[in-house]
């Protein structure tokens, strides 16, 4: 029994002792851009400079950072900081999700399979949207499969995703296969998926309109 409750934690112990290594590596790298970028940013933000809206993405990513910052310092470590949290984090809804679906030992597997793949390990500490969004559409998932089965949790999986869709635009992308899954399978009917559907059109149209009010049409 204390095997099933904590074997978990010592895979997620691993994985973060393996994604802080060489937590302060400079961006030099393959994608590292991608921390320079969002970081400058982040550190515009604090210093007080022009504000940068950049278009293409959601905000949340930046944000982030600049909390991390905010609290450690600026650096890449506390920039790298972010990343590998949301990364540790999609591991333990990986294991809750497998272990609803396929048992215990499946749940324990599929995280330590997850944690050492050479993608994981890189990009699970990169300051850019895939490990956050990953990690934000992998516990919407979780909350939705407790939510279809049993009618609990719906809230958690309203904020949940509602934080995915402010991150990236990935997080769309898990909206047909909500949808699919509602047709297909027998859902409580108080569990809708209309918040899911409002919540998209505020952010594209709040989106939309914070990049024409800083970038112009």
């Known amino acids: 029994k204390l095997a099933e409750d904590y074997s978990i934690y010592l895979v997620l112990i691993a994985a973060t002792l393996l994604l802080i290594y060489r937590l302060d590596k400079p961006f030099i790298g393959h994608h590292d851009w991608n921390g320079a970028f969002w970081g400058n940013i982040a550190r515009n933000y604090l210093a007080g ?3 940068i809206y950049f278009a293409h993405y959601t905000p949340l990513l930046p944000l982030l950072l600049a909390a991390a910052a905010l609290v450690f310092g600026f650096s890449e470590a506390s920039l790298r900081l972010v990343p590998v949290l949301f990364a540790t984090l999609m591991l333990f809804f990986i294991y809750k999700i497998a272990r609803l679906l396929y048992g215990k030992w499946v749940g324990i597997l599929a995280p330590i399979l997850a944690t050492a793949t050479p993608m994981f390990l890189y990009f699970g500490k990169l300051p850019d949207h895939e490990p956050i969004v990953t990690s934000l559409i992998t516990a919407s998932f979780y909350f939705f499969l407790k939510a279809a089965k049993h009618g609990r949790n719906v809230k958690k999986f309203y904020l949940v995703y509602a934080l995915a869709l402010i991150e990236s635009w990935a997080s769309f ?3 047909p296969t909500l949808v699919l899954l509602r047709l297909l399978f027998k859902i409580p009917r108080r569990f809708s998926l209309a918040p899911v559907f409002v919540t998209a059109f ?16």
């Open 173 to 175: 992308f898990l909206i």
């Open 49 to 51: 400079g022009d504000f």
């Open 202 to 217: 505020l952010v594209i149209v709040i989106h939309l309109a914070a990049s024409f009010y800083f970038n112009g049409p």
